[in-house]
């Protein structure tokens, strides 16, 4: 059920009602519709997975109950890794299995020998990497002692499929969000309208946006061995705002719902365009999944490399990333995506300026001439690596990147779609003007009289309804 | 919760009222129309004995004036260019609706992609949308899944889309001049062509396209109970016909509808003079070819 269409509206309306009218006056039982809810809402993506996630959730409540009551460190220690077997082993199997059986084969393919391991056919539950970090982030607190045990299963099981966030994020920590599960929450008319202005931003940018650029994306980069360097530079171009639309998206949309229900959880994007520098663009960039590694990852490396200085802060900054890629599946251009990204971190480290932060422009309607050629050139880094990311291979990557770089860059693309290229500019010019908010219509009521905001609202949605292309699935749903 | 949901009421209500001032682009866009074919359709202007349906190479290569002139029937010429057979069968649907039944209906096939998956013909949905002020139209983009039934009958805004918002009158572009009597002959070659003649290719029901194979179902059926004499055509190509497409349409028409194809001995179709491109004749081309086709009809209808 995707968030922009009819079955969404329908079954959201009902289920908005019910828990505030129906059971907004009892938390376990609003609590329980909205375990039914998130459960109906899965099982309408796809219900065969349904009861791996109820088997998923009911392990890891039980396991964090036990590892909280076991007094013994080295028994915590059993019990926290059994969890991540289950949680990495989970992910393992569903979405790398095959990929590892491809490059074993591989591998010793090169070296004349011929196991022949054979791949299976598997099909992946829906949303897996993210409520499998859930999980994982959830037992690695309760043995760290940062929160405690919840005892209550429709609380942790809440925890584990939140509908809004259930297929494609953010990824909220479960210190952050079980807490609001757990007390009573009351309807907030500013939280119900800002969830409202957010779901009206995240449609424009999916319906709007993404959903134009994906027909041309999908012609480029089907068609790049034919098309003049001009093409696939508008394709790189496009398919970095594809998928910027698509994710952000549909992440304003699950923060909204979520506001719309009480809920406060992890900002997902932070206007990463505007970002000066790669480590800055991170810091913006699907937040939930970079602050998720470098609490679990990241931090715990770094300080196992401290000794070695500049090179273990890169050495960690590179697996860090190169987790990152993997995240998104088993293909190596994933792998090298995330790579290319730990390799961009290099020059902020041995400068360091790694973690500088500088708002750009502020108080100032533009940037400097500096801000703007660092926007430009962290815009243009990250595009180049979009071209990995959106390649079938490594090999077919390198080929478009051959086709680039050629004098017809210079050539007229046959694929450039104006009216996709002023919807674009558009997004960018409200996105700037909120970029020191934290997200684009924040506050609006106090800035802006009603009719004003009525007239905005009605032109957002004329454009929804008039440039509303052929339906496309979100992006991230596939990982 | 009570402002929250009046100031979503009020919301509702203004959004209403402002939608409702995009029913000028809704009203007017057909009239800004240069091809009024489908219009015609619709309002039962066309009522004739012969009609020719197909794309490109039915509105290129045959001249329904001609068929006219030579024979003594009303002909008309409904093809557009870059359509696929759902879309002709969406015309056929249309044309026995809303006008008199023909006797005979002339489609050209579009070998080798009649039934298989291109990007060069499609459902042309954009001739469609001009028209969405007749709910015949809008009913037709729900049931393809462009609409929904409900939200275009209660918001003008989701009936339409951007190119209703072009209220500039159209114009014919030298490709796509038609005329009066539909036909869309083309009197000029197109520059830069490479004329490879002899193109071979292999094919295959397993890519065939199922939605296509069943309009195409559709349409024989259709005029076998309508009693209307469907003529299947092989249009003049400056490459090889290939038996294999034929035979597979020979199998889905069952001898419900009549195979014609062009006489592949005349020397002027391999002469690229006579030829738009290597799949379409030009003018010069469709006037040899109308006046073929109209001998063969003569004692047909």
Not at chain 1, 11 to 18: D, S
Not at chain 1, 375 to 385: E, G, K, S
Not at chain 1, 410 to 415: A, D, E, I, T
Request: net charge positive; with cysteine.
């Amino acid at each position: 059920m995707l968030f922009n269409s009819w079955p969404f509206l329908i079954f959201f309306t009902v289920f908005f009602v019910l828990y505030w009218f129906g059971f907004g006056k009892n938390l376990r039982l609003q609590n329980l519709l909205l375990l039914v809810g998130s459960y109906f809402f899965y099982a309408w993506a796809d219900w065969r997975f349904l009861f791996f996630l109820i088997g998923v959730s009911a392990f890891n409540y039980f396991l964090g109950i036990y590892i909280e009551k076991s007094h013994s460190d080295k028994n915590r220690k059993w019990l926290l890794y059994v969890g991540l077997l289950q949680g990495i082993g989970g992910l393992a199997f569903f979405k790398y299995y095959n990929f590892f059986v491809v490059s074993v084969n591989e591998v010793l393919a090169s070296a004349n020998i011929t196991v022949g391991l054979e791949t299976l056919n598997i099909i992946i539950p829906v949303g897996i990497s993210f409520f499998t970090f859930r999980t994982i982030s959830y037992l690695l607190d309760v043995d760290k002692r940062k929160m405690e045990a919840t005892k209550d299963w429709v609380v942790f099981f809440n925890y584990v499929s939140f509908f809004p966030s259930l297929l494609s994020g953010p990824i909220d920590k479960a210190k952050m969000f079980v807490p609001q599960l757990e007390k009573t929450r009351n309807f907030e008319y500013g939280n119900a309208s800002e969830g409202m202005r957010q779901i009206l931003w995240g449609l424009f940018k999916k319906i709007v946006i993404a959903n134009n650029c994906a027909p041309i994306t999908t012609e480029i980069f089907g068609n790049y061995q034919n098309l003049p360097a001009s093409s696939l530079l508008l394709g790189a171009f496009l398919y970095t705002i594809q998928i910027y639309a698509d994710f952000s998206g549909y992440s304003d949309m699950a923060i909204g719902i979520a506001k719309m229900l009480g809920f406060s959880i992890t900002k997902n994007f932070d206007f990463p365009f505007f970002a000066q520098n790669i480590a800055e663009f991170w810091r913006k960039w699907h937040i939930s999944l970079t602050a998720w590694l470098t609490e679990y990852v990241f931090t715990p490396l770094s300080i196992s490399f401290r000794d070695y200085g500049n090179l273990g802060l890169i050495f960690a900054i590179i697996i860090n990333f190169t987790i990152i890629g993997i995240w998104h599946g088993a293909n190596w251009t994933y792998v090298l995506f995330g790579f290319l990204h730990g390799c961009y971190y290099i020059p902020l480290i041995l400068n360091g300026t790694m973690n500088k932060k500088k708002k750009i422009a502020k108080g100032k309607w533009l940037p400097n001439l500096r801000e703007s050629i660092s926007v430009l050139t962290t815009f243009l880094l990250v595009m180049l690596t979009f071209i990995v990311f959106r390649a079938q291979s490594i090999a077919e990557a390198w080929h478009y990147f051959e086709r680039l770089f050629s004098m017809s860059l210079f050539s007229k693309s046959p694929q450039l779609r104006i009216p996709v290229l002023v919807l674009i500019a558009f997004m960018m010019i409200v996105e700037w003007l909120s970029r020191e908010n934290d997200h684009v219509f924040e506050r609006l009521e106090l800035k802006w009289k009603k009719p004003l905001r009525f007239a905005f609202y009605c032109l957002v949605l004329t454009t929804i309804f008039l440039f509303s292309s052929e339906e496309q699935q979100f992006i991230y749903f596939q990982f | 919760m009570k402002k929250f949901v009046l100031n979503l009421l009020l919301f509702g209500i203004v959004f209403f009222i402002y939608d409702k001032a995009f029913i000028v682009f809704k009203n007017l866009s057909a009239d800004k129309e240069v091809d009024k074919r489908l219009e015609f359709l619709l309002n039962g202007k066309i009522n004739k004995d012969i009609i020719v349906m197909g794309s490109s190479r039915g509105a290129d290569n045959i001249i329904a004036g001609q068929i006219e002139k030579e024979i003594g029937k009303t002909a008309y010429n409904i093809s557009y260019p870059a359509s696929n057979v759902e879309f002709h069968e969406f015309l056929l649907r249309t044309l026995l609706k809303f006008n008199k039944p023909p006797k005979m209906i002339l489609m050209p096939l579009d070998e080798p992609v009649e039934f298989i998956p291109t990007n060069t013909q499609v459902f042309r949905d954009e001739r469609l949308y001009p028209l969405v002020k007749y709910d015949y139209i809008n009913q037709e983009l729900v049931d393809r899944g462009e609409k929904n039934a409900l939200l275009s009958q209660l918001f003008v805004l989701h009936r339409i889309n951007k190119t209703n918002l072009n209220l500039r009158q159209k114009k014919f572009t030298p490709e796509d001049t038609i005329m009066p009597c539909g036909s869309m002959p083309i009197s000029f070659q197109k520059p830069g062509r490479k004329w490879i003649y002899e193109i071979n290719y292999t094919y295959s029901t397993a890519n065939e396209v199922q939605r296509k194979v069943e309009a195409f179902k559709k349409i024989v059926a259709t005029c076998k109970k309508r009693h209307i004499k469907l003529v299947l055509l092989t249009v003049p190509n400056y490459k090889n016909l290939n038996p294999a497409f034929e035979n597979r349409v020979r199998k889905l028409v069952n001898n419900d509808a009549v195979i014609y194809q062009y006489n592949t001995q005349n020397p002027i179709y391999l002469d690229k003079s006579y030829f738009y491109d290597e799949n379409h004749l030009n003018k010069k081309g469709a006037v040899i070819f109308t006046h073929e086709l109209a001998d063969y009809l003569k004692s047909r209808i």
